[in-house]
């Protein structure tokens, strides 16, 4: 896209990071990967700090220059003010992010996630990240729709889910391609546990809907681990941040405070943002001036509850590895 824009093949160390080829340490591309996998150096674009001049539009807005790019992930942990180490959001979409700044230190997970870069501005040094992803959220809301017919629209999934009180028993393991992190467990299938004649098509709504939320609280317990520390709340985006549902599950499970924004496209407004303030030359610090929360889910869970909960879902995770 760069290269289309203003004709400098460039990219940002966030992108040249998620190819894997990049060496995170000597900040340049892995000679020895790509010998062993016969990729020519001259075949990859230069590598510059993500807050930096790309150069200039050739068309569309002549002249105007390109000074930020960030990968989709790191844009959202950015446009979420998260800034600071320690600071952590997950995005909610087909599939769910989470992502907490480490600082300027690489982490080596030792819990299923990966190491990448969050953010760099021209001058100044990296900023890296830990990041979960789980492929199956939204989708399998869709999955109920498209696929199963229980819904018209994905919208109707909350007030479904609110005809019942709780979930009956019934527990959702989304594992349709498979588990990502934690897990990484290609075998792994969707699966449906604890159904009985009670069961009903409620249970299973908000059976899928509670999916997420236990997806994403592994993903925080195992950046907890990583980095030996709690977490005191989340920053949250995407478009299932509109399910209340979801999000006061999310904070009961998690135990902890759950914040949005006002602005929806935080992936936007995070590279947006940062281009801005590379051109007035502001300390990326100012990025809070642009964010407003919009709400916020506290918990409201027994602990006797929660660990209840927690136990059947890592129950269902078992049963649903090794499928295949």
Excluded at 37 to 48: F, M, T, W
Excluded at 117 to 133: H, N, T, V, W
Excluded at 152 to 174: Q, T
Aim: aromatic residues 10%; negative net charge; contains cysteine.
């Amino acid at each position: 896209m760069i290269y289309n824009l203003t004709g400098n093949f460039y990219t940002d160390v966030t992108n040249a990071s998620r190819t894997l080829l990049y060496d995170l340490y000597d900040m340049e591309w892995c000679s020895d990967l790509l010998e062993k996998l016969d990729i020519p150096i001259n075949s990859l674009p230069q590598v510059k700090p993500s807050f930096s001049n790309f150069g200039e539009m050739k068309e569309i807005i002549p002249g105007v220059p390109v000074t930020a790019i960030l990968g989709d992930q790191q844009a959202a942990l950015f446009g979420q003010n998260c800034i600071n180490k320690g600071d952590v959001k997950n995005t909610y979409g087909t599939g769910c992010f989470a992502l907490t700044n480490t600082g300027k230190e690489i982490v080596k997970s030792n819990n299923g996630l990966l190491t990448t870069i969050a953010y760099q501005k021209e001058g100044e040094d990296p900023m890296f990240a830990l990041e979960g992803s789980v492929p199956i959220a939204g989708a399998a809301v869709q999955w109920l729709r498209d696929n199963l017919n229980i819904i018209d629209k994905s919208e109707d999934i909350e007030s479904l889910a609110m005809l019942e009180k709780d979930n009956g028993d019934v527990y959702f393991v989304p594992a349709f391609s498979g588990l990502f992190s934690p897990h990484w467990d290609e075998t792994a299938r969707g699966s449906l546990f604890g159904l009985t004649r009670f069961s009903n098509k409620s249970h299973m709504a908000r059976a899928v809907i509670e999916s997420v939320a236990f997806q994403t609280y592994e993903l925080l317990e195992s950046m907890e681990k990583d980095l030996d520390t709690d977490f005191e709340s989340l920053k949250v985006d995407g478009g299932m941040v509109a399910n209340n549902l979801l999000m006061q599950f999310q904070s009961d499970i998690l135990d902890k405070s759950i914040h949005s924004q006002e602005i929806n496209e935080i992936t936007a407004l995070g590279v947006g943002v940062a281009s801005y303030l590379y051109v007035m030359d502001l300390p990326l610090s100012s990025m809070g001036n642009y964010i407003t929360s919009s709400k916020t889910w506290n918990p409201n869970m027994s602990n006797e509850t929660r660990i209840n909960s927690l136990e059947s879902w890592y129950k269902a995770i078992e049963k649903a590895k090794n499928w295949l």
